[in-house]
């Protein structure tokens, strides 16, 4: 049976996992991808892992078994990005060849053609209610679809040069992003034209699955020694904000000494954890306080994806062709 030239789709019955210890903070291990694991995302239902690599594929983990379920592989090299609809019935990537597929995440086929974004897409979201898709690639221009027609409902001007993270708020009214020049900018969608307003500096962002906190961080000082030649430390600002008074709970600085400068975001269900990764290592803090709780330490490459599953107990972190799924520690 032919396929299209741009996926090839097939059910997976085996898996390598690795199952490190289950005591103290040694988490499991998941090895299927073959190529770096680029997104990391649950589902909001906490059945299903997605993730994605720079080989195009997407695979689907039971999260009761650990077990794959699902297999995409999309034709493009890289798939950038997952999000999920507020039902947990679908899922939408975004790839290298500028394609935003939607599929179906019980089956693992795909749902109908392509959203078409006009550049690569590195960043996705799905409305909670399923109806729209958000794309935004390297332009720095976010486009809204219709999910039913295909239409572009509009573009938002966005950012200068990249986008690097995309989320609508649990309600649907609000859209926000992160990229060029290291802003957060929130859009209303009542309204899709123009480039929103100015939130606060992050060069990547996150919603709390109520909407209700809104994370950013972006890299603020690098620290060298010997005439620049040694990396001593980087500095990552932090900013919570309660999105229900519109103002600040906190701001908070995550360093790491040496290392790069790669980074991720991820806030949990209620906005009372923050997850940010620097290079390899993942720091956890209070989302209310901004106290730092913990750092995780079993990530070898520097972690690109960070997802909290709904019920806020465990998190993965996506680095190198491998997948970590941490327990959540008490604060």
Same mark, same amino acid.
């Given at each position: 049976m032919?396929? #299209?030239?741009?996926?090839?789709?097939?059910?997976?019955?085996?898996?390598?996992?690795?199952?490190?210890?289950?005591?103290?903070?040694?988490?499991l291990?998941?090895?299927?991808?073959?190529?770096?694991?680029?997104?990391?995302?649950?589902?909001?239902?906490?059945?299903?892992?997605?993730?994605?690599?720079?080989?195009? *594929?997407?695979?689907?983990?039971?999260? /009761?078994?650990?077990?794959? #379920?699902?297999?995409?592989?999309?034709?493009?090299?890289? *798939?950038?990005?997952?999000?999920?609809?507020?039902?947990?019935?679908?899922?939408?990537?975004?790839?290298?060849?500028?394609?935003?597929?939607?599929?179906?995440?019980?089956?693992?086929?795909?749902?109908?053609?392509?959203?078409?974004?006009? #550049?690569?897409?590195?960043?996705?979201?799905?409305?909670?209610?399923?109806?729209?898709?958000?794309?935004?690639?390297n332009?720095?221009?976010i486009?809204?679809?219709? !999910?039913?027609?295909?239409?572009?409902?509009?573009?938002?001007?966005?950012h200068?040069?990249?986008?690097?993270?995309?989320?609508?708020?649990?309600n649907?009214?609000?859209?926000?992003?992160?990229?060029?020049?290291?802003?957060?900018?929130?859009?209303?969608?009542?309204?899709?034209?123009?480039?929103?307003?100015?939130?606060?500096?992050?060069?990547?962002?996150?919603?709390?699955?109520?909407?209700? !906190?809104?994370?950013?961080?972006?890299?603020?000082?690098?620290?060298?020694?010997?005439?620049?030649?040694?990396l001593?430390?980087?500095?990552?600002?932090?900013?919570?904000?309660?999105?229900?008074?519109?103002?600040?709970?906190?701001?908070?600085?995550?360093?790491?000494?040496?290392?790069?400068?790669?980074?991720?975001?991820?806030?949990?269900?209620?906005?009372?954890?923050? /997850?940010?990764?620097?290079?390899?290592? !993942?720091?956890?803090?209070?989302?209310?306080?901004? #106290?730092?709780?913990?750092?995780?330490?079993?990530?070898?490459?520097?972690?690109?994806?960070?997802?909290?599953?709904?019920?806020?107990?465990?998190?993965?972190?996506?680095?190198?062709?491998?997948?970590?799924?941490?327990?959540?520690?008490?604060?």
């Amino acid at each position: 049976m032919l396929r #299209r030239a741009y996926l090839t789709i097939a059910a997976i019955a085996l898996t390598l996992v690795s199952h490190s210890a289950v005591v103290g903070d040694e988490p499991l291990v998941l090895k299927k991808h073959a190529k770096p694991v680029m997104a990391v995302a649950y589902s909001p239902d906490g059945k299903t892992l997605a993730s994605s690599d720079d080989d195009g *594929v997407i695979l689907l983990w039971d999260t /009761a078994t650990w077990k794959t #379920r699902a297999e995409m592989s999309m034709k493009a090299k890289i *798939v950038r990005c997952v999000a999920w609809s507020g039902d947990s019935k679908m899922l939408i990537t975004g790839d290298k060849l500028k394609n935003a597929q939607l599929w179906n995440a019980e089956t693992g086929k795909p749902l109908g053609n392509p959203f078409n974004q006009v #550049r690569s897409v590195w960043v996705v979201a799905l409305s909670k209610d399923g109806k729209r898709v958000a794309t935004g690639g390297n332009g720095g221009a976010i486009r809204i679809w219709d !999910v039913e027609t295909r239409k572009l409902l509009g573009v938002y001007q966005a950012h200068e040069g990249f986008l690097n993270s995309l989320a609508f708020s649990a309600n649907g009214k609000l859209l926000v992003s992160a990229g060029g020049l290291a802003v957060v900018r929130i859009y209303h969608l009542d309204k899709i034209q123009g480039e929103g307003y100015v939130a606060m500096k992050g060069s990547k962002a996150a919603f709390s699955a109520d909407g209700k !906190v809104l994370a950013g961080v972006h890299l603020s000082k690098i620290v060298f020694a010997d005439g620049g030649k040694i990396l001593v430390s980087s500095h990552f600002s932090v900013t919570v904000r309660d999105m229900v008074t519109g103002k600040d709970r906190c701001t908070f600085e995550a360093v790491k000494k040496g290392g790069n400068n790669s980074h991720a975001i991820a806030v949990n269900a209620d906005g009372s954890l923050i /997850a940010i990764s620097i290079d390899q290592i !993942v720091q956890l803090f209070d989302g209310k306080t901004g #106290r730092h709780i913990t750092e995780l330490r079993g990530n070898t490459t520097g972690v690109s994806a960070l997802s909290f599953s709904p019920d806020g107990k465990k998190f993965a972190s996506g680095g190198g062709a491998t997948i970590h799924v941490w327990d959540v520690p008490a604060k």
